[in-house]
């Protein structure tokens, strides 16, 4: 089956049985550590909109996103626990995650009983990324990785987080906020929040909703320390960054042409594909 279905329909019984599942995964890694990261997936967990897709992603593979970025880091190693949270329907976690835990205070109040005596670090990517940022605030997080994440949404949601700058203001740890400087909806976001003392912005030089660093490096990324990415922040504060530039400055030689080879692989796969379906 092909055509969209309305992943928004409460009431249809895929969705529902999807919903009815825990929608979240917590993992202790047995290392001695009082880290715990939690890993937001966004809009991009299942695409295309459709019945087969949701099937396949959410109902037969389990799917959360930044297990692959997790895998290929040192993460397993450094955290003591480490949560995955998904949103099946799509809607800023306005829905909260499980027919139970249905409102986005009760995702936080899940979140904070599994963190208690825990040092957290968030991670997400636009709309995970938004839930990252507002999990960061409300637990008291060390700091958060935030992806191209939204500090807006729509009111229509009944999200009552639908502006997050009135929280910054009050939050103690750093936002490490990586956008692409010239998508437009990206850059608006930017503005609103770039005279926030805890927003610590790197500007790439893309036009592509949630596209900044390649995607290699993001396992390097996650799993710095925050005084390493306070380092990178005042060596890139206020430019444009090239991904290649900031690829060769912030990962070893060895890495960078493991990256570098799955990059051009990648490339070679998907003009292939291109070329199969007449594209």
Known sequence: MTEKFDI???????????????NYCCIDTGA???????????NGLYYPDTEAVFRTQILEKNRYEWKWVVKNSRIPDVAGRIIYVRD??????????????NTIDKVITLLKELTNHYRVITVG???????AVLSAI??????CLNFSGQYHIAKELGNPYCDLTKFLGDYGGEIFYFVPAYYEEDRKEYLSVRDFACVKAF?????????????GNMCDIVDCSEDRLLFYFRKYEGKKIKKMEFLFYTVPVPKQVKILQTEIKGF?????????NGI
């Open 268 to 276: 070679i796969i998907r003009k292939l594909r291109r070329h199969w």
């Open 8 to 22: 928004r329909d409460w009431e249809n019984p895929l969705l529902r049985e999807a919903y009815d599942q825990k």
């Open 203 to 215: 500007l790439f030089d893309g036009h592509k909703h949630a596209s900044t660093m390649l995607t």
């Open 32 to 42: 001695d550590s009082n880290i715990c990261y939690i890993f937001f997936s966004s």
């Open 88 to 101: 099946i329907y799509k809607c800023w976690y306005s829905k909260g995650i499980n027919s139970k835990i």
């Open 138 to 143: 409300m637990l008291k997080a060390g700091y």
């Open 125 to 131: 990517s636009s709309a995970g990324g938004y839930m």
